[in-house]
């Protein structure tokens, strides 16, 4: 595994690892059983992800990503601030496409700046990708 394809891998960590966190702190205040169904289906798709992008990363014997108590402590203030005046479910649908559109600039910007890579590791990026612009749209229905 080159280089490159390693920092796909953990950049696909770190999104999928952002991601599951921030529903696991906004699921604690969803009242709307569509939307918690929503989320816990987002959930999954994220772990699925996340975890083939270890099981490569393990596989090859690559340091994989590791994320730190600060940033956790951040997300979880963030998230904790906006939605202390505010716990509607449009609210909190917002907040999810504002981080998921994050994930999406942020995983663009690790491909723009890879040259090779071998084909797994793009394909997992790129559905990535494609599974947060649909659940962009997904969540655009609750705003």
Known sequence: MQKEDERVYQQIQKNTEMAIKTI????????DRDFSRQLARESIKYSELYNRAL????DDKKESYHGNYLQDM?????IRAGTMLNNSTSHMAELMIE???RGITDMCKVMNHISQTDSVSVELA??????????????????
């Open 126 to 143: 790129r559905e990535l990708m494609d599974f947060e612009e649909n659940t962009i749209e997904e969540l655009k229905r609750y705003l």
């Open 55 to 58: 099981s490569r990363l393990v």
């Open 99 to 101: 981080g998921t559109n």
């Open 74 to 78: 951040v997300l979880k203030s963030f």
């Open 24 to 31: 696991s702190e906004l699921e604690q205040q969803v009242e």
